[in-house]
């Protein structure tokens, strides 16, 4: 979204806080709110992955004020039973976590324990075993430690020159969007040419990034984490044939199974916008035998089957906006359009 128009939604949220419409005329049952990194602020200019993330302190402000609120908390279990059954008085939030990341079990964790509130964590497998590539992450290191850029895109050698932050962030989003446009094995070529061509080590950078099986054993004994699925890889669905798609599904589920001696029924398709999953996924979901599937596109969840129950919306929160306010207008649902029947299978 451009800066200024990043600045209207503001305005019109905070609008809608001060005329009263986010405690008066809520929609919905709840929302699911996602979240990727919880860290201490990091300092420099160029933080191209800076929306993505929160600190520990906003996100134990953000608990006390959604108690102030009177919002239940709920795991993704409980999500599934009220966005069936008749509405409750209640409305409630869920707080889920993408990626797995180290950042969780450090930062996080203390937070969300001291609070004794659920909460869900979407682990993509082939990132604890420490094989995953979080190649947004060789991308972020490459542009921020060079001003001259190159890399071969669609067989030709493209060259850059980023002398300052507006400029590094510019080549980022472009670089990453075309990354996010390929197959999974073009994407692990190409990043594998881009960080070997300036010495970044992918594969120690994804590890260091990422929980292992013992730290996600950790938080699977605690009775309030709920565990799910964002399948192997984090590939973009939408780029992979219907049957390696599947593939990466099912075999998510099953290794997470496996390391947690239970079963796994939720899943968050990877990155979860409109462009990186299909219609065919959300069947295959259900077929996978998960019961419930995020995305990334926003909304809020409404009540006796109305949503469907595997391409659940989700607010993910942009961590360069601080106000509790519009918090409180995203949760509530008045922002969103009503939710409209799916005509989908909730069950």
């Known amino acids: 979204m451009a800066s200024d128009d990043r600045w209207l939604e503001r305005l019109r949220l905070e609008l809608t806080w001060f005329t009263g419409q986010a405690a008066l005329r809520s929609r919905g049952a709840g929302a699911i709110l996602r979240f990727a990194h919880v860290r201490p602020r990091r300092r ?43 509405p409750e008085q209640r409305r409630f939030v869920a707080l889920t976590f993408d990626g797995a990341g180290k950042d969780l079990i450090d930062f996080a964790y203390p937070v969300l324990a001291r609070h004794a509130v659920p909460f869900t964590v979407y682990v993509p497998t082939a990132f604890p075993d420490g094989v995953g590539e979080a190649w947004w992450l060789g991308l972020e290191q490459v542009i921020a430690r060079e001003s001259r850029v190159s890399l071969v895109m669609g ?116 990155f979860g916008d409109r462009a990186s999953f299909r219609r065919s996924h959300v069947v295959m979901a259900e077929e996978a035998g998960f019961a419930s599937a995020v995305t990334t596109i926003p909304g809020i969840v409404d009540a006796e089957g109305r949503t469907n129950l595997r391409a659940l919306p989700r607010i993910s929160w942009d961590g360069r906006v601080r106000s509790l306010r519009m918090m409180r207008v995203l949760v509530s649902g008045t922002a969103f359009a009503p939710v409209k029947p799916t005509g989908g299978t909730t069950n």
């Open 44 to 86: 420099g200019g160029f933080q191209p992955l800076r929306e993505h993330e929160i600190t520990p302190y906003f996100l134990d402000r953000a608990i006390r004020a959604l108690k102030r609120w009177n919002y239940d908390f709920l795991g993704m279990d409980e999500v599934c039973r009220r966005a069936v059954t008749l």
């Open 155 to 270: 067989e030709k050698e493209q060259r850059f020159t980023v002398t300052d932050n507006a400029g590094k962030q510019a080549l980022f989003s472009f670089v990453e969007a075309w990354l996010r446009s390929l197959p999974p094995a073009d994407v692990s070529a190409a990043i594998a040419d881009l960080c070997t061509r300036y010495r970044i080590d992918l594969a120690a950078l994804s590890r260091e990034a990422s929980m292992n099986w013992e730290d996600l054993a950790r938080l699977a004994a605690d009775p309030l984490v709920t565990i799910g699925s964002a399948t192997v890889n984090y590939p973009v669905l939408a780029n992979m044939k219907d049957a390696a798609a599947l593939r990466e599904m099912t075999m998510g589920k099953a290794v997470a199974e496996a390391a947690f001696h239970r079963d796994i029924r939720h899943l968050a398709f990877p």
